[in-house]
């Protein structure tokens, strides 16, 4: 009978079958430090991104505050520009309201001036009737001005002039004015001067006013 031991090839088995295990072990821990290598990546690129929004929201905090902080100098300076703005459309409005109006007829009466009106229309009206045109050394003085009265645009002038020549000056300065249209002189008289004892007209004189 012939015998056959065995015990060494299992002694062999169970060695392989260790060997085996282990590199198996070995192989599962790689793998789990690899995936947790990859999953830590994923995490930190998360993490940056997410300080990215952090950032940018910060940022935005920032701007509102900065915005809410200057809202008080903000509404002031806003205050300060319509109040520039009223002030100014209410010299416009008195450039061409009834200021502009008395102011003309300031300059009508005053030595050396005249009624406002263009240089080229002027020339025009001397070509075609020179006695619609002003006498530029009128002297004002000859003629005072005692009642200045304006409803709905319409003037009523009334005072004391010298002698009908001036008062005819004084209508033909304001049909030549911008400011004024449809001069009427109404009737007129002769008085004397309780002052100086002289002959003068009282006159009364219609216009409508251009604002």
């Known amino acids: 009978m012939i015998r056959i031991n065995l015990l060494p090839q299992k002694r062999e088995a169970r060695r392989d079958s260790g060997q085996g295990w282990l590199i198996a072990t070995m192989l599962v821990v790689a793998a789990e430090v690899v995936v947790l290598g990859l999953f830590h990546q994923f995490k930190l690129q998360e993490l940056d991104k997410q300080k990215q929004i952090n950032s940018e929201l910060n940022n935005q905090i920032a701007q509102i505050n900065t915005t809410v902080q200057n809202h008080a100098e903000v509404k002031k300076k806003l205050e300060v520009l ?46 075609d009737n020179p006695q619609d045109v002003h006498n530029a050394s009128w002297d004002a003085r000859r003629l005072w001005v005692l009642s200045f009265k304006e409803n709905q645009r319409v003037v009523n002038l009334e005072g004391f002039a010298h002698d009908g020549e001036d008062v005819s000056e004084l209508a033909r300065r304001l049909s030549l004015s911008k400011y004024f249209q449809d001069v009427v002189l109404l009737p007129a008289s002769q008085q004397v001067d309780g002052e100086s004892k002289l002959n003068v007209v009282r006159f009364q004189l219609q216009t409508k006013a251009r604002y």
């Open 82 to 127: 319509r109040a520039r703005e009223d002030a100014i459309n209410k010299l416009q409005s008195a450039r061409s309201g009834p200021t502009a109006v008395l102011l003309e007829l300031s300059r009508i009466l005053t030595a050396g001036r005249g009624p406002t009106i263009s240089a080229e229309e002027l020339m025009q009206k001397k070509k």
